[in-house]
């Protein structure tokens, strides 16, 4: 069982930024997926931003160019850094970790976790 715990999150004007980190108890897995999904009310939860074992990265279309996945491997933390933030990222973002990868669409790939976060929410105001 992973643990992973949020925190970061906040509100903020369009246009700002925020750094999303995710702290998670290690795997004996050399491979391994962790990732950024959020969900908006309303809708369904969706991916954001993905990394693998070997910093691979992959992002949903809405937020390329503007988000930044990576992880912190001596201190078992993952972030987001988010900029240039719009009113439609608001969300409540969750942190997964393990799982099989799946296609996914907008987005290179992405994978189905098997744990999650218990949540951070993001704000956006216009």
């Known amino acids: 069982q992973r643990r992973l715990v949020e925190s970061g999150g906040g509100s903020v004007q369009a246009g700002g930024s925020l750094r999303l980190s995710c702290s998670y108890s290690?795997?004996?897995?050399?491979?391994?997926?962790m990732g950024w999904f959020r969900q908006a009310p309303g809708k369904e939860r969706e991916a954001v931003a993905v990394?693998?074992?070997?910093?691979?990265?992959s992002y949903t279309d809405s937020v390329r160019g503007r988000f930044t996945i990576s992880k912190d491997n001596a201190e078992n933390i993952l972030y987001l850094q988010m900029n240039n933030l719009k009113p439609e990222d608001t969300a409540m973002y969750y942190c997964a970790a393990d799982g099989p990868t799946i296609p996914a669409q907008h987005m290179g790939w992405s994978f189905k976790p098997t744990h999650w976060g218990q949540g951070t929410q993001v704000t956006v105001s216009s």
């Open positions: 990394i693998d074992s070997y910093d691979i990265t």
């Open positions: 290690q795997t004996t897995s050399t491979k391994f997926y």
